[in-house]
Nanobody, 124 residues
Framework: QVQLVESGGGLLQAGDSLRLSCAAS????????MGWFRQAPGREREWVGS????????DYEDSVKGRLSISRDNAKNTLYLQIFSLEAKDTATYYC?????????????????WGQGTLVTVSS
């Protein structure tokens, strides 16, 4: 199965925009549904959104709709997360995940492949 490595995190100001990347190795992501999760300090990891293997379907957690965008480039074996107009509440470690099969598996199935996470800190 693939291995995932996130990048693009750092210290940003409220109002900035950010793009995180999740690069896969060890295989092609063509058959994997993928997604993003985040874990804020002192809180449990939460689902942010998912994308189907062919990008036809993208789902977002309700509170982030309109401010986050998930995309993928299968030719580059990479998943992306864009966050527009960052807020302090976006401070978290962001994780990408992948699983073969339907997009719904990303959010609910325990047998996902995880990246190691990238920290995003938003200063207000």
């Amino acid at each position: 199965q693939v291995q995932l490595v996130e990048s693009g995190g750092g210290l940003l100001q409220a109002g900035d925009s950010l793009r995180l990347s999740c690069a896969a190795s060890g295989g092609s992501i063509d058959s994997y549904a993928m997604g993003w999760f985040r874990q804020a300090p002192g809180r449990e990891r939460e689902w942010v959104g998912s994308i189907s293997f062919n990008s036809y379907v993208v789902d977002y957690e309700d509170s982030v709709k309109g401010r986050l965008s998930i995309s993928r480039d299968n030719a580059k074996n990479t998943l992306y997360l864009q966050i527009f107009s960052l807020e302090a509440k976006d401070t978290a470690t962001y994780y990408c995940a992948a699983i073969k099969g339907a997009i719904s598996l990303v959010r609910y199935n325990d047998h996902k492949v995880w990246g190691q996470g990238t920290l995003v800190t938003v200063s207000s």
